[in-house]
């Protein structure tokens, strides 16, 4: 019984934190731009961060390591600074992203510009990480996080072309706009398959103190929970080819948010994206900032744990501080948080094999993981899709930025 | 045992089994005639930054230096040094070795000073 209420309780926290900003923005344009044709991109990443999600718990569970830890013991200092200096950077991109995400939901809320906000939700954010502990930031803002299930009432509501959708899950070439449809793509992959979501999995499991006895639910929480996360984002595609596409509308602003649901909820809608938004950022931006200061005390062998006091791993908590204090800064001086998604989110999807390739040889090390190795068959999704997601995102950035198709 | 694999980058505790950071380096004593034995492990951050790259350790150095922030590595002697698991212990008491200096530091200058620490 006790197993099973871990299970329930894993995948409802799963599904809570799973939505943030890159899945929102990224789901909504492509939505707009290319209609259901992009849902493809979603099941890809959905697929591959179920298995990455599902090694790093496996991983966590079996060698009493986290996945940062393993990468500078197994591969040296000079490795782990590369992969250090990578995932800070592209960690603080997305962290800017969703604070500018839940500044942004409380200029829907109130009509105050998005850069007033910047500092009272570093505050919030601050102020939880500081006096809370893992359980609260993990469970208690993962099951707020719930809230963003109106989007899968919303889709099924509006009455899509069921079969369209499903013959959207198959990739398919870009009728017009190439590099634009490419580049969406990368974008998604991005914000599906983000390193600090498996990181601060693996972090997680070793402040729930799991053993070997977790990898059974471990399997069942990953599938699960990622999936029906991956179910949310698609629903937002969905809502965003139902409303924006027939009209030729573009997603370019995130004021434009409340009218995914306003069709279909009337006047709670715009009160539910709001809520949903600003929930759904503020429990990542709270758990991007914590992976950061995880990966800097994991790194460098240092007290950490969100359970301790403050005062009892000083070095710990004096990089969450300033990871939010970066965070905050695009915010406050008003960089339009649209365009940090978007960017961060195909930033992500570039660099994604630095963090990925060390942590597949740690997944078929012996004397890490012993007999719960990966299969050929775990290896090889991670590597195709990592792959195509790498791929796409070198030759289709620079083509969005410079122009072509 | 391979130093390499087993005891360099591993993370160690002292005696109390607190986290007092990661073997950055190993000092080998080399004398004419007889075997090179190992003498000490290292922690720093100059030692650290000398694997990556010998001039941005002393730009680094000389920079610490200068506000007042040593950065001499700290040396345990070998025979103090078990190697284990993954993990290497240190027969020491982490808070009265150099090794903790910048936590301590800043657990009285900035985070005991935040109300809820």
Redo the contacts between chains.
């Keep these: 019984m006790k197993k099973i209420l871990e299970i329930a309780l894993g995948i409802v926290t799963s599904v809570g934190g799973f939505l943030e900003i890159g899945s929102i923005a990224t789901a909504a344009q492509a939505g707009s731009d290319f209609s259901f044709q992009l849902i493809w991109a979603i099941v890809l990443g959905g697929i591959c961060i179920i298995f990455l999600v599902e090694q790093a718990g496996r991983f966590a569970a079996v060698s009493g390591h986290t996945v940062p830890d393993a990468i500078r013991e197994r591969f040296g200092f000079n490795y782990f600074a590369f992969l250090y200096l990578v995932l800070v950077l592209v960690s603080l991109v997305v962290l800017a992203a969703e604070i500018g995400g839940v500044c942004i939901a409380l200029e829907l809320a109130t009509g105050i510009s998005f850069p007033w906000w910047a500092i009272p939700v570093a505050i919030v954010i601050w102020l939880v990480i500081w006096k809370g502990t893992f359980g609260v930031i993990e469970k208690g803002v993962s099951l707020l996080g719930l809230i963003t299930l109106c989007f899968v009432v919303g889709a099924v509501m509006i009455h899509p072309p069921w079969t369209q959708v499903a013959q959207s899950a198959l990739p398919s070439l870009p009728k017009h706009d190439s590099a634009h449809y490419w580049f969406g793509a990368v974008a998604i992959l991005g914000a599906s398959i983000s390193p600090y979501l498996y990181f601060f999995y693996s972090s997680g499991a070793i402040e729930d103190e799991w053993n070997e006895g977790y990898v059974g639910i471990n399997r069942i929480i990953a599938a699960a929970g990622m999936s029906f996360g991956s179910v949310i984002s698609v629903a937002v595609l969905i809502l965003a080819a139902m409303i924006f596409a027939p009209q030729g509308v573009k997603f370019e602003h995130y004021s434009q948010l409340p009218m995914l649901l306003i069709p279909v909820f009337g006047y709670w809608g715009y009160w539910l994206i709001v809520a949903s938004v600003g929930i759904a950022c503020l429990g990542a931006a709270m758990e991007i900032t914590l992976e950061i200061a995880y990966l800097t005390a994991q790194g460098f062998g240092w007290n950490w744990s969100e359970n301790q006091r403050p005062l009892d791993e000083a070095r710990f908590s004096a990089a969450y501080m300033i990871a939010i204090i970066l965070g905050i800064l695009p915010s406050l001086i008003g960089v339009d948080p649209l365009t940090l998604t978007i960017f961060g989110m195909a930033l992500t999807s570039a660099t994604l094999p630095v963090s990925v390739v060390p942590f597949l040889f740690l997944m078929n090390d012996y004397t890490y993981v012993r007999i719960y190795r990966n299969g050929w068959f775990s290896n090889a999704v991670v590597i195709v899709i990592i792959g195509i997601a790498f791929v796409l995102a070198v030759l289709s950035i620079p083509l969005q930025i410079f122009g072509g198709s | 045992m391979d130093l ?1 694999r087993d005891c ?5 505790e002292d005696s109390a089994k ?5 073997v ?1 380096g190993i000092i080998l004593d080399i004398e004419d005639g007889r075997q090179p034995h190992v003498a000490y492990v290292e922690v720093g951050v100059k030692t ?1 930054l000398n ?2 790259s010998t001039r941005l350790a002393n730009v680094v150095a000389r920079w610490l230096r200068k506000v007042g922030i040593p950065t001499d590595p700290y040396r345990i002697a070998w025979g103090k040094v078990r190697v284990g698991l ?1 993990k290497v212990e240190a027969d020491v008491e982490a808070e009265k070795t150099p090794a903790l200096e ?3 530091w ?2 009285k200058k ?3 000073r ?1 109300p ?2």
């Design positions: 390499m360099l980058d591993k993370l160690l607190r986290r007092m950071g990661r950055d650290l694997r990556v993954n910048w936590e301590l800043l657990r900035v985070i005991g935040i809820g620490a």
